[in-house]
């Protein structure tokens, strides 16, 4: 797992962007100057946007594990963030070993309580400032840190190969001027697995389940390839089905019986606030909003809105956890990102954490 596929929060105050600007100084190529950082957007809305592979969890060695630590574990395991580093900052602040001990078991159980392998997670007590300012025991401690997260760590995409396939349907075409079992062409964009002529695939989503298309071909560019895979841009022509039954945006193309059409789930959002390009909501009337899935939008009421633990009736933005009912059924699973649309404008990103029908 590289760092550019981890999110660093803690925190405010706990030396959070410190640690990111030192770890773009020992990560810059040789003889190149380190990488300007971009403005540190909200961890929140990083862990539900771009569900990163892993998460350094920055704490200050003079207050350990605190209620927001907690808070940002809880909800990078609902998002299925997979593995967790802990970078303990200031540990100049706390000298004695038997001490750090201490604080080191508590950061395991933690970890361990919401869903972690406590036990195996790699903790390092360092100071970013001294690492950042080129002194070898500071840099020595992000160092290991980053050597933490390498070994047999995979990148967020490594497994896309190996998982049952999948595609959204972008568009339909029925091509009058080919032979009449090559006339249907669905076309779209990989999103995992792989296809290949022959395979008998399932439409899924706006419509009856079990519905099933064979793939006669597969075109890429005016080129017939054996098989395309995870982020190909392809043509599926398909036999099996009519133009008039033929799949349609919005749905999915998949192996049969690995993904399901669902209407109610629940979700962890981000709600942009207003000055962020947001927008202000009041929940208490159940508003509708527009949610866009992979090629499509549908409308869903928002039934439960939560936020810092409790139920809310408005938000003027940040992280929230929603239920929301659909008025049509798409393709969805645990994990399956989203965006939200009021009035035709994008209020914030979120990911599904539990599909309830």
């Keep these: 797992m590289r760092h550019e596929h981890v999110e660093y929060a803690g925190e405010p105050g706990s030396g959070t962007s410190t640690l990111r600007a030192a770890v773009a100084r020992l990560t810059a190529p040789a003889g190149e100057r380190p990488r300007r950082l971009p403005p540190r957007a909200p961890a929140e809305k990083t862990l539900?946007?771009?569900?990163?592979?892993?998460?350094?969890?920055?704490?200050d060695a003079g207050t350990g594990m605190t209620a927001r630590g907690g808070e940002l574990l809880d909800l990078a395991r609902r998002v299925g963030v997979r593995h967790v580093s802990v970078f303990?900052?200031?540990?100049?602040?706390?000298?004695?070993?038997?001490l750090r001990e201490v604080l080191r078991l508590e950061?395991?159980?933690?970890?361990?309580?919401?869903?972690?392998?406590?036990?195996?997670?790699?903790?390092v007590f360092g100071s970013a400032r001294g690492a950042l300012a080129g002194d070898t025991e500071g840099t020595?401690?992000?160092?290991?840190?980053?050597?933490?997260?390498?070994?047999?760590?995979?990148?967020?995409?490594?497994?896309t190969m190996n998982r049952p396939f999948l595609m959204p349907v972008e568009d339909t075409f029925h091509l009058k001027?080919?032979?009449?079992?090559?006339?249907?062409?669905?076309?779209?964009?990989?999103?995992?697995?792989?296809?290949?002529?022959?395979?008998?695939?399932?439409?899924?989503?706006?419509?009856?389940?079990?519905?099933?298309?064979?793939?006669?071909?597969?075109e890429r560019f005016r080129e017939s390839p054996e098989t395309a895979a995870a982020g190909d841009n392809v043509g599926l022509v398909l036999g099996g089905t009519t133009p008039e039954a033929a799949p349609e945006r919005g749905q999915v193309l998949t192996t049969p019986g690995t993904a399901t059409a669902h209407t109610i789930f629940e979700a962890e959002a981000y709600v942009l606030p207003e000055d962020d390009g947001?927008?202000?909501?009041?929940?208490?009337?159940?508003?509708?909003?527009?949610?866009?899935?992979?090629?499509?939008?549908?409308?869903?009421?928002?039934?439960?809105?939560?936020?810092?633990?409790?139920?809310?009736?408005?938000?003027?933005?940040?992280h929230v956890s929603l239920t929301v009912r659909l008025t049509a059924p798409l393709a969805m699973e645990t994990g399956t990102p989203f965006s939200m649309r009021?009035?035709?404008?994008?209020?914030?990103?979120?990911?599904?954490?539990?599909?309830?029908?």
């Excluded at 539900?48 to 704490?59: D, F, N, T």
């Excluded at 303990?88 to 038997?98: A, F, I, T």
């Excluded at 992000?142 to 995979?154: K, S």
Aim: aromatic content about 2%.
């Design 48 to 59: 539900i946007s771009h569900r990163p592979a892993g998460l350094v969890l920055v704490l």
């Design 88 to 98: 303990v900052n200031k540990s100049d602040l706390l000298p004695d070993p038997e």
């Design 107 to 123: 950061i395991r159980e933690s970890l361990s309580a919401h869903g972690y392998a406590g036990g195996a997670a790699p903790i």
């Design 140 to 159: 020595e401690a992000v160092e290991a840190l980053l050597r933490g997260l390498a070994p047999g760590r995979p990148g967020p995409d490594d497994d």
């Design 177 to 218: 001027d080919r032979p009449a079992s090559r006339r249907l062409v669905v076309t779209g964009r990989v999103e995992r697995g792989t296809v290949r002529p022959g395979d008998v695939l399932e439409v899924v989503g706006l419509g009856e389940p079990g519905r099933t298309v064979t793939v006669t071909a597969v």
């Design 278 to 318: 947001g927008l202000a909501m009041t929940f208490s009337g159940r508003p509708e909003a527009q949610f866009h899935f992979r090629t499509t939008a549908v409308t869903g009421r928002i039934t439960t809105l939560h936020q810092a633990g409790t139920v809310r009736e408005s938000t003027r933005g940040g």
């Design 342 to 357: 009021v009035s035709g404008k994008a209020i914030g990103p979120g990911v599904v954490t539990r599909v309830l029908a």
